[in-house]
């Protein structure tokens, strides 16, 4: 017997970009509805209505979404094309000019195609058999089926460990505190993202799919087999709506931008949060915190390592062994404001962690109780779950009084004690039984259905804090957890991870299938935050790693009790300082690269395929990955070696090894030195690299001189540009007022020609010329805007 058979649903209603169909056996609507030319979407409604009417995920090209939710069936931000639909007696068909839809009405049954060379072909297909659980034939949960294909890869779902193909891997959506998980194995970790790309070998096809779903479930793609099924893969939850999102391709690199865009726009973070960040949980634990926070900013000093903020971790909130938010304590820092203030004049900025869940014994409990702003059970209880130093209650961020409590804390005690930047930390919202309830918004839900939203809520409240607090300049923020959206509001990093050879390695991965997923302002923590101190090796590798990340962060919580420090091996010291240096050079790179995500949607950190999709090596599995458009990042993930073997993707220009300058082809292998000063690192030909040319001192830490790094293609005939963003760093305004710098790079068989360009919108360059370096074994002669230089000389620019 054919179950989906019993279901048959027929086409009610056509209205706008919304198709409505119905199935009397179902008892269930099922809508489709026409987005972009390539982007569809199938949501389900239960007679009873929607479980969920609201979403906080969607964002199409926005900053933000009200914090009541954004109504789930808006098409406000989609331009909504025009598209054709087709009815026969057995299915429907609906195309634009880019996708097309087969609604097979027995089942609801959908096979999708794309137009390739004037004709459709199929890129995916629900499952032949039941695709969805209409009455519970399928179990409890909310399911959806398709087909699956041997050869096809996965990418994506967020925060995951092990390999970026995702083929024949169970994920768990489900947000936990994973503290010392395995790089390699553990699942799930702290971000709830079911988003995947599924990419076919064979046709060169890729496209997304992702679920509007916030409760606990699973995403199978191809462990579990059943005899009666072909191959197939599957959506699970435990609650809400069934509701996703098809977007079309073709490449990977269509895909993110496109579903980034969905999500929300990538917020552009301040100029000072590029630095190193310091951190660690030994400092605020111990008794003297003030004091050996005043020791770090020395030892800083004495060893010249370039700092530009530090972290604060929990113990300042202490009273005696326990922690409680928004508390601080007065005997371990006995002037915070001082310490804050003493902190920004040395050019450090303080971000202070802060959890969501209270102990019972909280200063506030009693208060938060009798308003009723904790996640309750059933009866209107407190419901109590696990938390730190013992049992805790949740805030619930769904109740707006409860929401507005919390910027008024995050204002009271810490901005106005001169913290820039929430840590928003622990925030998992571990909570298992199925009995909880949360306001939501005056509509009461089980918090399960919506758990995946509390994280996001509780960075929104944070956020709009720092937002009204300071007026002029950017809001920065911290999450450990998260889901789709998260990149409208904080920078993350893959939470507290082991510290062994195999988590450099399995943490790059971790970090590009966030990328993948839209989350792009990332990093880890290096050194590894659980288990033993790193060795001097290991260290060393890891900042290499680190430093060519969106966030850098040194921290730690060693089982030693030793503390992770640029000055830990007083041998490495050196290479470390060197490294520090490099990222910093960089920042002028790293700031552009933020601009163009925010912008376009870009993400900075990329597995080599996505680039070089044509290049069948770049989808094999490997260590290396792509940071901003001309690096090509080949760390050292294993201990006793001193070179690196590398492949350089399929460019007609080649690369260029960073450092010497020497020229590799594209498509071939090489072997890089990579001595403990260095990381393995190429340099795509025809790149312009921007850099700040001072030699900066952590006393002189706000000197800035333009330069720009030139890897022109050998040969005559060759062009490529580069657009450097400037501001000041940290203007709420930074749409409206900034300056373009536009580049163009010209070769001659004699010469090398830079025409640079500048396009001043309400900001005024504070250089007139910038240094020009060849960077290249080069010999030609170089050009600047009509004028014949030196490289590593001056070049007037405008």
Not at 256 to 278: A, E, R
Not at 447 to 455: E, K, M
Not at 538 to 565: A, C, K
Request: negative net charge; aromatic residues 14%.
């Amino acid at each position: 017997m054919n179950i989906q058979a019993t279901y048959r649903f027929e086409l009610k209603e056509k209205e706008g970009s919304l198709l409505s169909f119905y199935s009397t056996a179902a008892k269930m609507k099922a809508y489709v509805c026409v987005l972009e030319q390539s982007m569809f979407r199938v949501l389900f409604e239960k007679e009873e209505g929607l479980e969920v009417p609201q979403t906080w995920s969607i964002a199409p090209g926005c900053d933000d979404v009200p914090v009541e939710g954004r109504q789930r069936l808006s098409t406000e931000g989609f331009t909504c094309p025009p598209f054709t639909t087709k009815e026969y007696d057995g299915h429907i068909e609906i195309a634009t000019n880019e996708l097309k839809a087969v609604i097979h009405k027995e089942g609801f049954r959908l096979i999708w195609f794309q137009k390739q060379q004037g004709e459709w072909v199929e890129f995916a297909s629900d499952r032949m058999t039941q695709a969805y659980n209409f009455n519970g034939e399928l179990g409890k949960s909310l399911k959806h089926y398709l087909k699956r294909d041997i050869s096809e890869h996965y990418y994506g779902l967020g925060e995951r460990t092990g390999e970026l193909n995702r083929h024949h891997g169970r994920f768990r959506n489900l947000t936990i505190d994973a503290m010392g998980y395995d790089a390699q194995y553990s699942d799930p970790l702290y971000k709830h993202i079911p988003f995947y790309i599924t990419h076919n070998p064979k046709t060169s096809y890729s496209y997304g799919l992702f679920y509007d779903n916030l409760a606990p479930g699973y995403i199978d793609l191809g462990k579990e087999l059943d005899n009666y099924h072909s191959l197939y893969r599957y959506f699970e939850a435990e609650a809400g709506d069934l509701d996703y999102y098809i977007i079309g391709g073709p490449t990977v690199r269509d895909v993110v931008q496109t579903y980034t865009w969905l999500t929300g726009n990538t917020m552009m973070p301040p100029k000072w949060s590029i630095g190193y960040s310091g951190s660690t949980m030994s400092y605020t634990d111990a008794s003297n915190a003030q004091e050996q926070l005043y020791q770090f900013i020395d030892d800083c000093e004495e060893h010249d390592i370039l700092c530009d903020s530090f972290q604060l971790s929990s113990g300042y909130t202490s009273i005696g062994d326990k922690r409680y938010v928004f508390h601080w304590n007065k005997d371990k820092f006995p002037d915070a404001k001082k310490l804050a203030a003493d902190f920004r004049e040395k050019g450090l900025r303080l971000a202070a962690n802060i959890k969501p869940a209270f102990l019972a014994g909280h200063p506030a409990y009693e208060e938060l109780e009798e308003n009723n702003y904790f996640i309750t059970d059933t009866q209107g209880e407190t419901e109590l779950a696990q938390f730190w130093d013992g049992g805790g209650a949740y805030l619930d961020f769904t109740n707006k009084q409860a929401f507005n409590w919390w910027k008024t804390q995050v204002t009271k005690q810490l901005l106005e004690y001169g913290i820039s930047s929430t840590w928003n930390d622990n925030n998992e919202y571990e909570i298992w039984n199925e009995q909880a309830q949360v306001n939501g918004f005056d509509q009461p839900l089980p918090f399960q259905t919506i758990r995946g939203l509390f994280p996001l809520l509780m960075m929104k409240a944070s956020f709009e804090a720092q937002e009204s607090f300071t007026k002029e300049e950017r809001p920065f923020l911290i999450s450990r957890s998260g889901g789709p959206g998260m990149q409208r509001y904080v920078q993350t990093w893959t939470g507290d991870n082991r510290t062994e050879w195999k988590t450099i390695r399995f943490n790059t991965k971790t970090g590009l299938g966030l990328s993948l997923s839209g989350i792009y302002n990332y990093g880890h923590d290096v050194g590894g935050f659980a288990g033993p101190k790193p060795d001097q090796e290991l260290f060393i590798r890891w900042v290499q790693n680190g430093i060519f990340h969106p966030r850098f962060t040194i921290h730690s919580w060693n089982e030693d009790q030793t503390v992770n420090e640029p000055w830990m091996y007083p041998e490495a010291t050196p290479a470390i300082r060197a490294l520090i240096q490099l990222r910093s050079m960089l920042t002028p790179y790293w700031y552009t690269a933020f601009y163009k995500a925010s912008m376009d949607h870009e993400p900075i950190m990329k597995p080599t395929f996505f680039d070089f999709e044509e290049d069948s090596r770049t989808w094999e599995e490997n260590d290396e990955f792509l940071a901003g458009p001309a690096f090509l990042v080949a760390s050292v993930v294993e201990p006793g070696v001193n070179e690196r073997r590398v492949y350089a993707p399929k460019t007609k220009g080649g690369w260029f090894d960073f450092y010497r300058g020497t020229a590799v082809a594209g498509g071939t292998e090489v072997t890089l030195p990579a001595p403990d000063h260095e990381t393995p690192l190429l340099v795509k030909a025809g790149s312009i690299i921007p850099i700040n040319q001072a030699e900066r001192t952590f006393k002189r830490k706000d000197e800035d001189e333009r330069g720009f790094l030139l890897f022109p293609e050998e040969g005559a005939h060759h062009h490529s540009t580069y657009t450097l963003y400037e501001d000041d760093g940290l203007a709420r305004n930074w749409k409206e007022k900034h300056a373009l710098v536009h580049l163009d790079m010209i070769t001659t068989a004699d010469t090398i020609s830079i025409n640079v360009t500048v396009d001043h919108h309400g900001y005024v360059l504070p250089y007139k010329e910038a240094i020009f370096t060849i960077a290249t074994r080069d010999k030609r002669t170089l050009i600047v805007n009509g004028n014949t230089i030196e490289s590593g000389q001056r070049g007037v620019i405008c």
